[in-house]
């Protein structure tokens, strides 16, 4: 679930507990192109307070004053549309003739976003049935395929970490790496059996684990939904993570580290634990895209662009690998020395 979305949730549920009237706006349908995808979520205070998004702004706006006019008036759950006509198109600025549908719920007790609420901050999974006659919501187990649909009779929406991280070792690096990891909906999973990283390490939010990495990598039953990033520089521990993690369906595999220090990682792991080809090439390294990144905050952006061009399917051009962006810079700074000896002699 986007991790916008449980923010919304959750100010559903402080506003439901207080004893005020929210509606909750889902996106269930989109042609053409539209700002936000299908189960993005608006909540609604019945004073015109708001919390999340469906669209670039104008949509929102045309609700909240909506509310503002006529209050929240529903009491079953309906569906409304923008952007028939080319007129709603361009007055809610939606691009190419856009069309956006929602499903309009008036929130109560009975609604369960409290409940909800809980089962995902305890890292579960669950999926949300809401019949759209009777307003009638059931609470769920969810798998990581499971995704939002709507038949016009029932709207299913699914809540929760649909995506696993495992971050190899506890460092500073680590730390702003994961808290970002955190905000990308992620369910992050720290592993680093050395006590003076784990003894100080405090960050809510994040699983820590003090087992051998490899035993981590087999524990965890690693798939599709997963991603496996290696910070320690020790190679007693991200090799072992990695030889592990490269023969599971994990989305990604990386470790940190200079283009001199994976090459030998390579050369390591392809002589002492006999990995195949295949699996050698799921690993990578240099880890990140090019940014120029120094400071470690910068380089946990660097690596966590990658890791969601990778499980987004976006195909990096060379010259944003830093191995490749970094190999014609030495180039370019071998040619300018080269230039300034010739010039000088």
Not at 131 to 142: I, N, R, T
Not at 179 to 197: F, H, K, S
Not at 232 to 247: F, G, I, N
Request: proline fraction near 5%; charge should be negative; include cysteine.
């Amino acid at each position: 679930m986007d991790s916008v979305n449980l923010e919304v949730l959750k100010a559903s549920a402080r506003w439901i507990e207080s004893g005020r009237r929210v509606l909750l706006v889902t996106v269930v349908r989109t042609w053409g192109s539209s700002p936000r995808p299908e189960g993005a979520m608006l909540a609604i205070l019945d004073d015109g307070s708001a919390a999340g998004s469906v669209s670039g702004g104008c949509i929102e706006d045309d609700l909240i004053d909506r509310v503002r006019r006529q209050g929240i008036e529903l009491t079953r759950p309906e569906v409304l549309r923008y952007g028939i006509s080319a007129d709603e198109a361009h007055r809610f600025g939606l691009p190419c003739g856009g069309t956006i549908e929602f499903v309009l719920e008036p929130l109560t007790r009975a609604s369960c976003i409290d409940e909800l609420c809980r089962r995902v901050m305890a890292g579960q999974l669950v999926a949300r049935s809401l019949d759209m006659k009777s307003g009638a919501v059931k609470l769920l187990p969810a798998h990581s395929a499971d995704g939002m649909d709507f038949n016009g009779r029932m709207l299913l929406t699914v809540h929760g970490p649909r995506y696993r991280m495992l971050v190899i070792g506890a460092g500073q690096l680590s730390k702003y790496l994961c808290q970002i990891a955190l905000g990308l909906d992620y369910q992050v999973t720290v592993c680093d059996p050395r006590e003076e990283y784990t003894d100080v390490w405090h960050l809510p939010g994040t699983t820590l684990v003090r087992t051998m990495p490899d035993d981590t990598v087999f524990d965890m039953k690693l798939d599709e939904r997963c991603a496996v990033i290696a910070l320690t520089h020790d190679p007693k521990l991200d090799d072992l993570a990695l030889m592990e993690a490269v023969r599971t369906p994990a989305f990604y595999v990386g470790a940190l580290g200079s283009r001199r220090n994976n090459a030998a990682r390579r050369e390591r792991l392809e002589t002492h634990f006999d990995l195949t080809d295949d699996e050698l090439s799921r690993l990578r390294g240099p880890i990140g895209i090019y940014i120029g990144s120094r400071t470690p905050p910068e380089i946990a952006v660097s690596i966590l662009a990658e890791v969601t061009a990778v499980r987004n399917g976006v195909a990096l051009p060379g010259e944003f690998r830093i191995e490749d962006a970094k190999t014609r810079l030495d180039v370019a700074v071998n040619e300018q020395t080269n230039c300034a000896i010739t010039a000088h002699h």
